[in-house]
């Protein structure tokens, strides 16, 4: 026997595949959860083969692991030669899959404070980052453990708290912690505090909305 396969079947499982749904193909959707129903709206757009995939707030409403796939998902339809345009307000999420951004504000292109009125994430992602500090006792003495740090500025130095700003490989976010912690700070939270991204965007609205 001779299975043929028209042209919209062909289609229709080419964008599961694309979407990550080529084991559910035969679910009902009642019976998906939200985040694969998400997937299943992609898929739809795939099913002509678009060169341009626009996307607005696509990770507003998946729990976290369904926004991780969505992320990982983008990046492999990216690389596969798809332009995708997303609006949102998750900007960590932006950064992580995007490699330019846009600020928008009245309906206009917004100019940051380096005149750029498209930013360019992958440069952004080179500059430092910023971490906050929570500790046991005097954040004084602990922030002169990092005095000679290369790449290590304390931006702050409150009561029990240091804001720092991390220049450099990830291996120097490891060190810092690891200097400190030698020096004898007790460390209760080290966290870092907004993209880069995000950064930006504070800097460009002044906290307005």
Same mark, same amino acid.
């Given at each position: +026997? !001779?299975?043929?396969? #028209?042209?919209?079947?062909?289609?229709?499982?080419?964008?599961?595949?694309?979407?990550?749904? /080529?084991?559910?193909?035969?679910?009902?959707?009642?019976?998906?959860? $939200?985040?694969?129903?998400?997937?299943?709206?992609?898929a739809?757009?795939?099913? &002509?083969?678009?060169? !341009?995939?626009?996307?607005?707030?696509?990770?507003?409403?998946?729990?976290?692991?369904?926004r991780?796939?969505?992320?990982?998902?983008?990046? /492999? @339809?990216?690389?596969?030669?798809?332009?995708?345009?997303?609006?949102? &307000?998750?900007?960590?999420?932006?950064?992580?899959?995007?490699? &330019?951004? %846009?600020?928008?504000?009245?309906?206009?292109? *917004? !100019?940051? /404070? /380096?005149?750029?009125? !498209?930013?360019?994430?992958?440069?952004?992602a080179?500059?430092?980052?910023?971490?906050?500090?929570?500790?046991?006792?005097?954040?004084?003495?602990d922030?002169?453990? @990092?005095?000679? +740090?290369?790449? %290590?500025q304390? @931006?702050?130095?409150?009561?029990?708290?240091?804001?720092?700003?991390?220049?450099?490989?990830?291996?120097?976010?490891?060190?810092?912690?690891?200097?400190?912690? #030698?020096?004898?700070?007790? *460390?209760?939270? $080290?966290?870092?505090?907004?993209?880069?991204?995000?950064?930006?965007?504070?800097?460009? $609205?002044?906290?307005?909305?």
């Open positions: +026997m !001779v299975t043929y396969i #028209t042209p919209v079947r062909e289609a229709i499982e080419n964008a599961l595949v694309r979407a990550g749904l /080529e084991l559910r193909a035969d679910d009902f959707v009642e019976g998906l959860s $939200f985040g694969t129903r998400e997937r299943l709206m992609l739809k757009t795939l099913l &002509h083969c678009p060169s !341009v995939l626009l996307l607005d707030e696509p990770a507003n409403g998946p729990d976290p692991i369904a991780v796939h969505l992320r990982d998902l983008l990046k /492999e @339809l990216n690389s596969q030669g798809l332009t995708i345009l997303i609006s949102s &307000h998750i900007l960590a999420d932006l950064e992580d899959i995007c490699t &330019h951004a %846009v600020l928008i504000s009245g309906g206009r292109n *917004v !100019v940051d /404070e /380096e005149g750029n009125t !498209v930013i360019a994430l992958r440069h952004l080179s500059q430092p980052r910023l971490y906050e500090v929570e500790l046991l006792g005097s954040a004084e003495n922030a002169a453990a @990092l005095a000679t +740090m290369p790449g %290590v304390v @931006l702050e130095t409150a009561a029990t708290r240091l804001r720092l700003s991390i220049d450099g490989p990830d291996e120097r976010i490891a060190d810092t912690l690891r200097i400190l912690v #030698t020096a004898g700070a007790a *460390v209760t939270s $080290f966290e870092r505090r907004g993209s880069s991204l995000e950064q930006r965007y504070r800097v460009v $609205f002044g906290g307005k909305s």
